[in-house]
């Protein structure tokens, strides 16, 4: 069924580079929501009034916020795919974390509405009608929202859209919600114990859940999440495969929509190498990059030693005390400028986020100590860096 709508309504639907072809594959998802969940929002709504039963109207209302859902990501997608302007020349992207965070809110809100109407019935509980026809139907819904949440994980992942996925992952919530009103039915049916309000407490809470994760998922490219690992690698790796790049640190991502990002890295280059050569090289990684990766990269070049055998052997020490004091521990940008009496190493000491101001002052101390210990004459320029990967 997915591959058919798919193949019948996404023009050109392999081409997901395109962003046309994506906004295609959004207004898809959307019009698929809103269809499914007005008409499970009617036949839940009906059923709950016929049966009394608060957790069914729960699970109705919680239907049409999705369906308000899907037409606000409709009207995220259509703006995300909006081209660049002066104005903003990166582009709308980020509009669709917007809209997804829009539906978080309608989701929680629904959610708490119908805890304070589950806490009301828990006081004050109603009897359970039991029908074979209206139970029946319930089963088909939970079958619709299972089939809705792997519909729109296999369009997100396929599209890498973050709007998608969560609401996917509200689908799948859905369908746990409405199993547990169905098991509150059957009990009530069968045991005689009627715990329906119990079971709009567990569905509303469940519904608040759902839209605190999809606002947790949507705020953190806004407010500017680590870099990827996988793609970290993979952009590092690409860089460093050019003859004439001996290395790269400080690779940031800027993400300003799904398949729309930019990026900046140091990399490294022998000191005296040609400058000419190595800005050639440069400028033809920053174009294959945006070519095979569609990421707009800025590549800014770190002269280093490489000859030098006094400075080498500084460097490597400083290395091996790093390992002996935290394996996690790295450096760049290493310099050195001797003297007779003095020797200065300048260097940026790139530390994990788990160290405090304290803990870091105490880091600087011992890796001082450590490398003094070796020689004298070391003093230090060190500057305390941290990194911009995701674990």
Same mark, same amino acid.
Request: proline share 3%; net charge negative; glycine share 8%.
């Given at each position: 069924?997915?591959?058919?709508?798919?193949?019948?309504?996404?023009?050109?639907?392999?081409?997901?580079?395109?962003?046309?072809?994506?906004?295609?594959?959004?207004?898809?998802?959307?019009?698929?929501?809103?269809?499914?969940?007005?008409?499970?929002?009617?036949?839940?709504?009906?059923?709950?009034?016929?049966?009394?039963?608060?957790?069914?109207?729960?699970?109705?209302?919680?239907?049409?916020?999705?369906?308000?859902?899907?037409?606000?990501?409709?009207?995220? /997608?259509?703006?995300?795919?909006?081209?660049?302007?002066?104005?903003?020349?990166?582009?709308?992207?980020?509009?669709?974390?917007? %809209?997804?965070?829009?539906?978080?809110?309608?989701?929680?809100?629904?959610?708490?509405?119908?805890?304070?109407?589950?806490?009301?019935?828990?006081?004050?509980?109603?009897?359970?009608?039991?029908?074979?026809?209206?139970?029946?139907?319930?089963?088909?819904?939970?079958?619709?929202?299972?089939?809705?949440?792997?519909?729109?994980?296999?369009?997100?992942?396929?599209?890498?859209?973050?709007?998608?996925? %969560?609401?996917?992952?509200?689908?799948?919530?859905?369908?746990?919600?409405?199993?547990?009103?169905? =098991?509150?039915?059957?009990?009530?049916?069968?045991?005689?114990?009627?715990?329906? %309000?119990?079971?709009?407490?567990?569905?509303?809470?469940?519904?608040?859940?759902?839209?605190?994760?999809? %606002?947790?998922?949507?705020?953190?490219?806004?407010?500017?999440?680590?870099?990827?690992?996988?793609?970290?690698?993979?952009?590092?790796?690409? /860089? @460093?495969?050019?003859?004439?790049?001996?290395?790269?640190?400080?690779?940031?991502?800027?993400?300003?929509?799904?398949?729309?990002?930019?990026?900046?890295?140091?990399?490294?280059?022998?000191?005296?190498?040609?400058?000419?050569?190595?800005?050639?090289? =440069?400028?033809?990684?920053?174009?294959?990059?945006?070519?095979?990766?569609?990421?707009?990269?800025?590549?800014?070049?770190?002269?280093?030693?490489?000859?030098?055998?006094?400075?080498?052997?500084?460097?490597?020490?400083?290395?091996?005390?790093?390992?002996?004091?935290? @394996?996690?521990?790295?450096?760049?940008?290493?310099?050195?400028?001797?003297?007779?009496? *003095?020797?200065?190493?300048?260097?940026?000491?790139?530390?994990?986020?788990?160290?405090?101001?304290?803990? *870091?002052?105490?880091?600087?101390?011992?890796?001082?100590?450590?490398?003094?210990?070796?020689?004298?004459?070391?003093?230090?320029? =060190?500057?305390?860096? *941290?990194?911009?990967?995701?674990?």
């Amino acid at each position: 069924m997915t591959e058919y709508l798919v193949r019948r309504f996404v023009k050109d639907y392999e081409d997901i580079g395109r962003e046309e072809v994506r906004t295609r594959y959004g207004i898809l998802s959307s019009m698929v929501g809103i269809l499914c969940n007005v008409l499970l929002f009617g036949i839940k709504l009906l059923i709950g009034m016929l049966m009394h039963s608060i957790a069914v109207m729960a699970d109705a209302f919680n239907n049409l916020s999705d369906a308000a859902s899907s037409v606000i990501s409709f009207v995220g /997608v259509k703006m995300a795919g909006k081209p660049a302007d002066k104005e903003h020349p990166f582009g709308h992207g980020r509009m669709e974390y917007i %809209a997804a965070f829009i539906v978080a809110f309608l989701v929680i809100q629904v959610g708490f509405s119908f805890f304070k109407s589950s806490a009301g019935k828990l006081m004050h509980p109603e009897a359970i009608t039991f029908q074979l026809v209206p139970f029946l139907i319930l089963v088909l819904s939970v079958g619709v929202k299972l089939w809705m949440g792997l519909f729109n994980r296999k369009l997100g992942k396929r599209i890498n859209s973050k709007v998608m996925l %969560a609401t996917s992952a509200d689908s799948m919530g859905d369908a746990v919600t409405t199993s547990a009103t169905l =098991i509150s039915i059957l009990i009530c049916r069968f045991a005689g114990v009627n715990i329906d %309000a119990a079971a709009g407490l567990l569905v509303s809470l469940m519904v608040m859940w759902a839209g605190i994760s999809i %606002a947790k998922e949507t705020l953190e490219p806004l407010i500017g999440e680590a870099a990827d690992p996988e793609l970290y690698k993979k952009i590092s790796e690409m /860089v @460093e495969a050019y003859e004439g790049i001996l290395g790269t640190h400080d690779l940031i991502v800027h993400n300003y929509g799904p398949n729309k990002s930019m990026a900046s890295i140091h990399a490294e280059v022998p000191r005296d190498a040609d400058i000419e050569e190595s800005h050639e090289i =440069i400028d033809r990684i920053e174009r294959e990059v945006a070519r095979e990766l569609g990421i707009f990269l800025v590549i800014h070049m770190d002269p280093i030693e490489v000859r030098d055998e006094e400075v080498l052997k500084s460097k490597q020490e400083l290395e091996e005390v790093l390992q002996v004091i935290d @394996e996690r521990l790295n450096m760049h940008d290493f310099r050195m400028v001797k003297g007779k009496r *003095q020797i200065n190493l300048i260097f940026d000491l790139v530390v994990p986020f788990d160290y405090d101001k304290k803990g *870091q002052e105490e880091l600087l101390d011992k890796v001082i100590r450590m490398m003094q210990e070796k020689d004298g004459r070391y003093q230090f320029v =060190i500057t305390v860096d *941290q990194g911009f990967v995701g674990t």
